[in-house]
């Protein structure tokens, strides 16, 4: 598990440094007219991918977890019964 965990650290510092340089690379080009509709492309990809992973994550709390109500997540249970 730890293994995983820095090999997905790892992933994104790559991936922040890859954006770096190619952000670098389209200003010095003067391609960033261009670059910012390739950036705009992909925030709606990543917001419609983080869109459809919470919709599904729902989907499958509901359906394997029907009766779960989500109180204990900030204790809503315990401080009701306390006053």
């Known amino acids: 598990m730890e293994e995983n965990k820095w090999h997905n650290r790892m992933m994104h510092l790559t991936s922040f440094?890859?954006?770096i340089v190619v952000t670098?690379?389209?200003i010095a080009k003067d391609w960033f007219d261009e670059f910012i509709?390739?950036?705009l492309?992909?925030?709606v990809i990543l917001i419609v991918s983080f869109v459809y992973n919470y919709v599904?994550?729902?989907d499958?709390?509901?359906e394997h977890h029907p009766d779960y109500k989500g109180?204990?997540?900030f204790d809503e249970g315990e401080t009701k019964s306390k006053l």
């Open 17 to 19: 440094c890859l954006g």
């Open 24 to 26: 670098a690379l389209m």
């Open 37 to 39: 509709y390739l950036l």
């Open 41 to 43: 492309g992909s925030v």
């Open 56 to 58: 599904r994550g729902i």
């Open 60 to 62: 499958y709390m509901q």
């Open 71 to 73: 109180e204990d997540l």
